[in-house]
C-alpha cells in the first residue's frame, strides 16, 4: 500500500466489495428467504410478508435474506442486486417488477383488480435475479 500524501496515490492489495444494505427486524409470521415485506403497522421492528391485495400489507420495502418463524431476527435486503426473489412466473429481463397480490410475492405485471395496490419493487437483470429499487408510492385501484 502507496504512503498517503502530497503527490501520492492510494492503492490497496485488497479488493473492493460493494455490500448492500440490510437491517435486521422480526418476523411477524413464518417468512422465507426471497419474500417481499413490509414493516407492521401494529408493532414496530416486525415484519410482514407484503401482499398488493390488503392495505394494511402495504407498501413493500424489502426481501428477506434469510427465513424466520415468528419472533426470529432476520435480515432484510433494501437495495441492489438480489438473486432468487420470491415470484409468481419467470420475470422478463429489463422489466419492472411489482408486489404481487400473492403474499410475499413479485410478479411482473401490476395488480389490477379493485382493491389492489400497485407498487414497482425493481426491475429484472437476469431470469429470477431483480435490482432492488423499492418506490414506496403506492397507486391503489378503485
Known amino acids: 500500500m502507496a504512503e498517503i500524501g502530497r503527490g501520492s496515490v492510494f492503492t490497496t492489495d485488497a479488493p473492493v466489495t460493494p455490500t448492500t444494505p440490510t437491517y435486521n427486524f422480526i418476523c411477524a409470521e413464518v417468512i422465507s428467504a426471497g419474500?417481499?415485506?413490509?414493516?407492521?403497522?401494529?408493532?414496530?421492528?416486525?415484519?410482514?410478508?407484503?401482499?398488493?391485495?390488503?392495505?394494511n400489507r402495504m407498501p413493500a420495502f424489502g426481501v428477506a435474506t434469510e427465513g424466520g418463524v415468528i419472533g426470529d431476527t432476520i435480515a432484510v435486503q433494501t437495495m441492489g442486486s438480489y438473486d432468487d426473489i420470491e415470484k409468481t412466473e419467470n420475470l422478463?429481463?429489463?422489466?419492472?417488477?411489482?408486489?404481487?397480490?400473492?403474499?410475499?410475492?413479485?410478479?411482473?405485471?401490476?395488480?389490477?383488480?379493485?382493491?389492489c395496490g400497485q407498487q414497482r419493487i425493481g426491475i429484472a437483470w437476469a431470469v429470477g435475479n431483480v435490482m432492488l429499487e423499492f418506490d414506496l408510492t403506492v397507486v391503489w385501484i378503485g
Open 92 to 115: 422478463d429481463i429489463q422489466e419492472a417488477i411489482y408486489v404481487s397480490d400473492t403474499a410475499g410475492k413479485a410478479t411482473k405485471n401490476p395488480p389490477a383488480n379493485v382493491g
Open 35 to 55: 419474500e417481499v415485506l413490509c414493516q407492521s403497522k401494529v408493532f414496530s421492528g416486525e415484519v410482514l410478508k407484503a401482499q398488493a391485495s390488503d392495505v
